[in-house]
Nanobody, 116 residues
Framework: VQLVQSGAELRNPGASVKVSCKAS????????IDWVRQAPGQGLEWMGR????????DYAQKFQGRVTFTADTSTSTAYVELTSLRSDDTGVYYC??????????WGQGTQVTVSS
């Protein structure tokens, strides 16, 4: 199993960013993809998940309204888009394959920096 994420991003406050997570080595539609964020010096923060089979999403309350998860089954790629970026959105964003409620495999992480 491999989850390969897109590269680091630098954005101004108020902008948007979209991070990708390309999955391989398993059947993409068989598992949820979870998204987790780690701000500098902080612990892991669960953002939510998507079911690639039907596109159903579940967002942590904190991120509702500013975050959108999508999945492209033709390329086995999941995406997270975050809008109206603020400086406290700076951090490393991870995707993870969810196996029965446990995040069993992780992407390498994508650094998102929000700074003017």
């Amino acid at each position: 199993v491999q989850l390969v994420q897109s590269g680091a991003e630098l954005r101004n406050p108020g902008a948007s960013v979209k991070v990708s997570c390309k999955a391989s080595g398993y059947t993409f539609i068989s598992n949820y993809i979870d998204w987790v964020r780690q701000a500098p010096g902080q612990g892991l923060e669960w953002m939510g998940r998507i079911d690639p089979e039907d596109g159903k999403t579940d967002y942590a309350q904190k991120f509702q309204g500013r975050v959108t998860f999508t999945a492209d089954t033709s390329t086995s790629t999941a995406y997270v888009e975050l809008t109206s970026l603020r400086s406290d959105d700076t951090g490393v964003y991870y995707c993870a394959k969810n196996g029965g409620g446990t995040m069993t495999d992780w992407g390498q992480g994508t650094q998102v920096t929000v700074s003017s």
